[in-house]
């Protein structure tokens, strides 16, 4: 059997964690088209094959001989030899993109050294690519570089003063279902003042013929909304929200153009980080087309995850273009184009998923989490009124809606690239929220 091994430190110092949990992923190549496989990392040498599209076990990945080409070697059987060099990419052209694939199984915690062990199921052989992810109190998630499993992985992870969990953020989602982008007040080039969902701990007038019902917000109130509840409800102490943080949040100050960026560092909620760099998984930006022009377009939204060999970024935002009308994740949909039939726990971001079930705990595969009616409830067609989070115990009556978008989102070439958005926000401003435990999109 395959094992990895190695050790997670406090961020790049020596200084061990133990207790922290680690999970693995198995790098895979995908392809989306039929391909040309060849001997070398180089278009020029022998043609082994041709393979289909499909999903290929990575073995090596390296920039190739010509500028701006990579390449990938994968096995197959239907490679001479097993294996071959395909061509991933050619400058912007991407044929095929390496991804990392979670491992089956709940992961393992490290010992008191620091150090962990971690057996790879289904005998998948110790030459494949892999990379290895954590998490632990008091820090934010990190992960490895790719590796192997013959030498020692070191998972880094940054310290961080109360984060908070991903899925306290995840299930809010659904309360922004149904909602839209702030309309213009008729007859001017005003909107109206945006509503929220919930309490976060200030009142904004509902004006005389705001839209009703009043299920409308913008870019910031949409990112205010959801980070400030989500501080309130995990209790991060010492946290607070005010009216004058409010008026931050929203930039009513056109000489501080960042403060919807800036309140929330000086919160606790976000530390600021270089604005050209590929931003991390849940960071929020807010961007000006032309900062000396505040017409011109400015935009507060969240980056919740990147693909770093295309450079495509996933956000979540409220807008009026890139096929949204209100939150979601741009050129892909709303948040309730997400909502299925699965439930979240809000506690610790367990999944109940009808078409799995429970079984460990008397659930059968297809038991819906809510009886359409008491008649199913009492025949047993839903999960028993006692069933609760086999993770954490917390009710199943806490338990929301869950919005999740594709775990390859990534794949879909229409997606913005964070080189396409620094280009366009010639001034921004970034910080990397304080939240961790992230299997969202991961």
């Not at 595969?365 to 047993?380: C, H, N, Q």
């Not at 929301?400 to 964070?418: A, E, F, G, M």
């Amino acid at each position: 059997m395959t094992t990895l091994t190695g050790f997670v430190t406090e961020g790049t110092s020596e200084t061990v964690l133990a207790g922290a949990l680690v999970r693995g992923y198995r790098t895979l190549l995908r392809t989306t088209r039929a391909l040309r496989v060849y001997a070398t990392a180089d278009t020029t040498s022998t043609l082994l094959a041709t393979v289909p599209a499909a999903d290929y076990p990575a073995l090596e990945i390296r920039t190739g001989t010509a500028k701006g080409s990579d390449y990938v070697l994968v096995a197959s059987g239907g490679i001479p030899g097993g294996q071959g060099w395909i061509c991933s990419r050619w400058r912007t052209s991407h044929y095929a993109m390496p991804h990392d694939e979670p491992l089956p199984g709940a992961g393992v915690r490290t010992g008191t050294d620091g150090r962990f062990s971690l057996d790879v199921p289904n005998g998948a052989p110790a030459e494949e690519v892999y990379r290895l992810r954590a998490g632990a109190d008091g820090h934010l998630d990190g992960e490895s570089a790719r590796g192997y499993a013959a030498l020692p992985f070191t998972v880094p992870l940054p310290a961080a003063t109360n984060p908070v969990s991903e899925a306290r953020l995840v299930s809010l989602l659904h309360h922004f279902k149904g909602w839209y982008y702030t309309p213009k007040r008729p007859g001017l080039a005003t909107r109206f003042t945006p509503q929220y969902p919930y309490d976060i701990g200030i009142t904004v007038a509902l004006e005389t013929g705001h839209p009703t019902p009043p299920t409308y917000n913008d870019c910031c109130s949409f990112v205010e909304a959801l980070l400030v509840r989500g501080w309130k409800d995990a209790a991060v102490p010492g946290f607070t929200w005010n009216l004058t943080k409010h008026k931050r949040s929203m930039i009513t100050d056109p000489t501080h153009i960042y403060s919807s960026v800036e309140v929330l560092e000086d919160s606790g909620v976000a530390d600021h980080i270089d604005g050209d760099a590929l931003p991390p998984p849940w960071t929020v930006m807010q961007g000006w087309r032309n900062p000396n022009n505040l017409g011109s377009g400015g935009h507060t939204f969240l980056i919740v995850d990147t693909h770093r060999e295309t450079g495509r970024v996933l956000t979540l935002e409220s807008n009026l273009t890139y096929g949204l009308n209100g939150p979601g994740m741009r050129m892909l949909g709303n948040v309730g184009d997400f909502m299925g039939r699965q439930f979240l726990c809000p506690t610790d971001g367990y999944v109940y998923d009808p078409a799995v079930g429970d079984p460990a705990h008397g659930v059968p595969p297809d038991t819906p989490f809510r009886a359409p009616t008491m008649w199913d409830l009492v025949r047993g067609n839903a999960i028993p009124p006692t069933w609760v989070c086999p993770g954490c115990g917390t009710s199943q009556l806490l338990f929301v809606p869950y919005c999740r978008p594709p775990r390859d989102w990534w794949k879909h070439d229409y997606l913005k690239t964070w080189d396409d958005i620094r280009s366009y926000y010639t001034g921004r401003r970034l910080a990397r929220l304080r939240v961790r435990d992230l299997a969202w999109v991961r």
